[in-house]
């Protein structure tokens, strides 16, 4: 909005309104403006949570040291998807559809994850979505964007092609181009691409839900994802890096550093009211969003087989659920750790949530400096 009024309008007019036009400087005042916003509507936001008493509820099987933050307030999500999506639509040119894909997919995300906080709260208890509804939602939602992705190939403007980590030349492409030809069955040739990105987004979306169980957590790990995602989303849209370090140029891609650096400063928003012992929880509307932010950003520029690293300490905490419930079953009850996911086991363990916490923000911080290294290492 401010982009098309200051660059697009003004600048005719006064010279001076070029600077507009400069996406790293609208991707710094992007960031700046989601975390005022955070920093500012904060505490309105937490003193209406408690208003309207919407606490956390804790389960009883968990540490019993987390049966003090029953009644925190919770949702705050609400507040990070504010602090995102409205710097975005100030600083963003609001032409380019991937921009709108990322922006819908996150709202429909948060609203997934804001029902479920919302049945949460009326129900006085902490299931709120059965497992079956939110996946079902979730793949919805992530159907939406993967068919919208099918219809920018179309149309030239995305690829289907995997950019594999290390591997300069391969990029094995995800539609059967045999079928593509077919009359009556050239959208089978898309199945599977949809089907993968439908398990990408909703892995990470849940990846970052489970993450979300220590104060501070989720959010500054979501900090240091989103931080490499800003970069690679500019390297990935500037025509000197990306030829450079080899990348799939996407001129379109380079917009939605203003998206990731507006989720860098929501996230650091949060984070001071989120920081041990935590003012606010950010709930379901905000884990999901967040990780469904992520998972589309990493989709839309080409780099889904770098989320184990940009996100690596969510995808740990996402296979620590998974090997214990299988451990479970498959084992006559037998566990592989204390309790899942990770960071709870660590607890039992001994250490303290602070040292939890701040040692799993170094691990996404080393998990993050190597995916970036992998732009050039091809």
Known sequence: MLYWLLYQKLFPY???????RYLTFRTVFASLTALLIGLIIGPYVIERLREFQIGQYIREEGPQSHQKKKGTPTMGGVLICISILVPT????DLSNPLVWITILSTFFFAAIGFADDYIKVVHKRNLGLTSKQKFALQLLVSLGVALALCVLQHKGFYSTRLVVPFIKRWRPDLIIGALMHNHSLWWLGFAPFVIFVMLVLTFSSNAVNLTDGLDGLAIGCTIIAAGALTVLTYVSGHAVFSDYLELSRMPLAGELSIFCGSMVGASIGFL???AHPAEVFMGDVGSLALGGAIGTVAVLIKQELLLPFIGGVFILE??????????YKLRNGKRIFKMAPLHHHFELLGWSESKVIARFWIAALVFALFALTTLKLR
């Open 14 to 20: 006064f010279r001076l309104f070029r600077i507009f």
């Open 89 to 92: 639509l100030l600083w963003s």
């Open 272 to 274: 001071w009211y989120n």
């Open 318 to 327: 996402a296979l620590s659920v998974m090997l214990q419930v299988g451990s």
